[in-house]
């Protein structure tokens, strides 16, 4: 029920672009793509969501290709606090069901 | 700032002691929701509410409880705690058309 696919692990230099791919290639057309990272044991936080359009806030780019059926985050300049579990969710806007899958643990390395 | 607040924040206990797990908020949302995350199985839905008196099964609700007597509270409740139990929860608040903003979770151990 996933309905994600996400590598499970990546790395990054401290000051680079970490980019976090995401496929969802069954994703429906009225599903939002959200993006979630857990530092540790800590609750998750939020970090952006869009539906097909790219978006950016203050933490992050978000880029979905055009068949919607991946995206990629973007961290533009990865800091060692960055390092964390990275979870991509598909979900209905307005629907409250989340599913979590494994997410990506990125590693950013000095 | 979104604020959820659990308590308690650790609790070790026995089986068949019931236990009960509070969340609060501070932000007035429609939806609340529990969840549970275990070691290779990441996070898991347990329960959901919509609004007051307005709740619905997540996807693991097998052992638990909840109510929703008012906005600010959703209590989990545990009536009798197994050892596969033992899991760390996160209450969340949030949700249908707005992002969930979680708490600093739960961690149970049930012996």
């Known amino acids: 029920d996933a309905k994600t696919t996400q590598p499970p692990s990546m790395d990054c230099a401290e000051g680079r672009a970490a980019n976090l791919p995401c496929n969802h290639s069954?994703?429906?057309?009225?599903?939002?793509v959200y993006w979630y990272r857990q530092i540790h044991s800590q609750g998750p936080q939020y970090i952006i969501h869009?539906?097909?359009n790219n978006e950016t806030n203050e933490m992050a780019s978000l880029i979905i290709t055009e068949d919607r059926k991946s995206s990629t985050l973007i961290l533009p300049h990865a800091t060692l606090r960055d390092t964390a579990v990275y979870y991509c969710?598909?979900?209905?806007?307005?629907?409250?069901?989340?599913?979590f899958g494994s997410g990506t643990k990125l590693n950013v390395k000095p | 700032e979104a604020q959820v607040t659990q308590n308690p924040r650790y609790l070790i206990t026995v089986t068949g002691k019931k236990l009960t797990v509070t969340c609060s908020q501070n932000?007035?949302?429609?939806?609340m929701s529990w969840y549970r995350q275990d070691p290779g199985l990441g996070l898991r839905q347990i329960y959901y509410?919509?609004?007051?008196?307005?709740?619905d099964k997540g996807d693991v609700p097998e052992g638990y409880k909840v109510s929703r007597k008012e906005k600010r509270n959703f209590p989990l409740i545990l009536e009798s705690p197994s050892p596969n139990q033992t899991s760390l929860y996160f209450c969340?608040?949030?949700?249908?058309?707005?992002?969930?903003?979680f708490g600093d979770g739960t961690r149970l151990s049930i012996l």
């Open positions: 509410s919509m609004n007051v008196e307005v709740t």
């Open positions: 869009g539906l097909k």
């Open positions: 932000m007035n949302h429609e939806y």
């Open positions: 969340a608040i949030g949700g249908g058309n707005q992002p969930q903003h």
């Open positions: 969710i598909v979900k209905i806007y307005n629907f409250n069901k989340f599913y």
């Open positions: 069954t994703i429906s057309g009225n599903e939002y």
